[in-house]
């Protein structure tokens, strides 16, 4: 089966501009998870779907970031306006029914310049 | 709340030689842990996880890891190291089905040839 894609990989963009990255999940995940990982760190749960509702979004800073998952499928995770801080690179993950683990994309470096 | 600590930024070793990444965590109730491998420029790859039953659990790439309750601990192993091994490990602990993860900083294994 295909694997969680995610785009684009990479994006460069000044402080204040805005971003959007894209995810589409394993094919019938339910639960998809947006992660923050900064270099050095373990990733960090920004938000939570299962289907179109959010599970958990109480790490997101709702200032800047938002995210949506409209009919229950592919993703998208906005930063709006970009501080020098976000920069990271941002997981898309998933899980399906009964299953526990989560299965992760390869990821967008954002640069904040 | 959850935590994950691995206690070692960096662990080296030869290759042919056994290997252990180490990870202890916090949680209330029973823990349900991963191990992750991190390539460079990759997302993360899912290699075992221990839910419940047997405490020592076989996962993917001859990975194995021993769940220790009364040490909180969760230890990866193998008995023998190759080069293609090298990478950043990430730990995690959850609680329960569709709940997020908690991931450890990460470990950086280092097999020399």
């Known amino acids: 089966e295909a694997g969680v894609a995610q785009s684009p990989r990479y994006k460069i963009i000044e402080k204040r501009q805005s971003v959007a990255f894209w995810c589409n999940p394993i094919?019938?995940?339910?639960?998809l998870y947006w992660y923050q990982q900064i270099l050095g760190q373990g990733p960090k749960l920004l938000i939570q779907?299962?289907?179109?509702?959010?599970?958990?979004d109480s790490q997101l800073p709702k200032d800047r970031f938002s995210a949506e998952r409209l009919k229950g499928v592919d993703s998208t995770l906005k930063i709006q306006p970009a501080k020098l801080e976000d920069s990271a690179v941002y997981l898309c993950?998933?899980?399906?029914?009964?299953?526990?683990?989560?299965?992760f994309g390869p990821g967008t470096r954002l640069t904040v310049t | 709340a959850q935590s994950v600590a691995q206690p070692e930024d960096q662990v080296n070793v030869a290759e042919g030689n056994p290997l252990t990444v180490k990870c202890t965590y916090s949680?209330?109730?029973?823990?349900?842990l991963f191990w992750y491998v991190q390539y460079p420029n990759r997302g993360l790859q899912f290699l075992l996880k221990?839910?419940?039953?047997?405490?020592l659990v076989k996962g993917s790439y001859g990975f194995e890891a021993e769940f220790n309750k009364s040490q909180t601990s969760f230890h990866l192993k193998k008995p023998s190291a190759l080069v293609s091994d090298s990478a950043l490990y990430f730990c995690?602990?959850?609680?329960?089905?569709?709940?997020?993860?908690?991931f450890g900083p990460g470990t950086r294994l280092s097999v020399l040839p």
């Open positions: 094919s019938g995940h339910a639960t």
């Open positions: 779907f299962q289907n179109n509702g959010v599970v958990d």
């Open positions: 949680v209330s109730g029973n823990p349900y």
């Open positions: 993950a998933s899980s399906g029914r009964g299953r526990v683990e989560q299965y």
């Open positions: 995690a602990v959850g609680r329960n089905y569709g709940q997020n993860f908690v």
């Open positions: 221990y839910i419940t039953g047997d405490n």
